[in-house]
DNA sequence: CGGAATTTGATAAAAAAATATCTATACCGT
DNA sequence: ACGGTATAGATATTTTTTTATCAAATTCCG
């Protein structure tokens, strides 16, 4: 399985696409790549290579227009057809990405969740079937979704993602905080949350260096 | 304000020293790179890299010593000395983040929760009281944090940090979907889930394509 | 209508990150 | 003790990503 290309450039389109969402609902017809490099707070060269990634071209001295840059992106990240995905551990983490009401905008539909916890069984989370897990395997497979979003505590995690194998998954979407072991024909994406905290502790303390330097 | 370096071992550095917490929890006492390249889907080189960014030494032909690494990272992202934060948004995401009890591993604990919901003020969510936001300001101050966790939606995320900036704060972790104005001297994380997703959708068309040249 | 300012896109350069190679050190089984 | 195997660390190389430079296209303003 080769590795996937311009990593830092498709992080950075869901972001590109929820702003030209905006400005499309604000009746924008054409931006250019300075004003999207502002909100982005990156170089309008970075912003321009982006976009270009996702195979759009603009006018020069214009800009692009807003609409043909929407397709592009959602074409390059396969994100003009919504695909289905199933949930599974409806706890709080799990209900907040079920209420969270931006997925359509990145072209994904959680159809259903599950859970172990008998009481949620039957119930349903912001407008969604809690199932039992012990059926995960079976409705992934007589449902035909391919993505997987787990959100159990780290110690289900493996047995759930082996559900959901088993159930013919294609990708899992790992918000639990462990490794998953899968076949290679599936695909993990593990988040790491506490990936970002690091992130602002090591600049955060960049700053305070340079600050203790200026009074010196 | 300087641009920091090596951005991707930062964010791997969370992952290492939540494997090496338990591997100590556990009694083991020495490490080798081969194995936590394994747990990290990554290149043993990646690892080791990674490792010596973080100033440790180890011993050839041994690996490290797991107290030392943990330290060694902590040490690296300032995690050594828990830090003090506030978060503002008390609805699911927020709730799941005051519930997530893996925090005190990466050296920050959330001592007071914030919102606008009045039903919601004087309760407690996962023992922290939660404060109305129009004393945000004031009890930051207060409070000598110097750091806050925006999980509202989008359209007030731009007044709590403003209200966050007013009480002297020095770094936001940001969840909602918006890019935040703040002074040269804040530093902002913005989260981006849809990376990950958008990571992902890549990835399984990347496998979707090899599969159908492999039936050709 | 003409010149200044803006912007894209192509090409080139620089910087950062990942990967490879090799050497020295330690362990393990015999 | 010895030879095979495993590992860290130093150095070099390759690949990826970011940044710079410049020409061509377009707009705007006088």
Not at 66 to 79: D, G, H, N, T, Y
Not at 80 to 94: R, Y
Request: charged share 25%.
């Amino acid at each position: 399985m080769s590795k996937v290309q311009k990593l830092p450039t498709i992080r950075r389109l869901p972001t590109y696409l929820h702003r030209l969402n905006e400005m499309r609902k604000d009746g924008v017809e054409i931006v250019a790549t300075p004003e999207l490099a502002k909100y982005m707070n990156l170089e309008a060269i970075v912003v321009r290579k982006d976009l270009a990634a996702t195979g759009v071209t603009g006018q020069p001295g214009v800009g692009y227009k807003v609409p043909e840059l929407i397709e592009s992106i959602r074409a390059f990240l396969s994100w003009d057809n919504t695909s289905e995905a199933v949930l599974i551990g409806a706890g709080s983490l799990g209900s907040a990405i079920l209420g969270y009401e931006g997925f359509e905008e990145y072209g994904l539909r959680i159809i259903a969740a599950f859970d172990s916890d008998l009481t949620k069984i039957g119930s349903t989370v912001h407008g969604r079937e809690v199932f039992p897990v012990s059926r995960l395997a079976e409705l992934t497979r007589r449902l035909r979704v391919h993505m997987g979003i787990i959100c159990t505590p780290a110690e289900h995690a493996q047995e759930v993602a082996d559900a959901l194998v088993a159930g013919g998954i294609w990708g899992i979407w790992n918000f639990a905080n462990v490794s998953l072991k899968v076949p290679d024909n599936v695909v993990v994406q593990r988040e790491v949350i506490a990936g970002g905290l690091a992130v602002l502790s090591v600049k955060l303390n960049k700053l305070k260096h340079e600050l203790q330097e200026q009074e010196d």
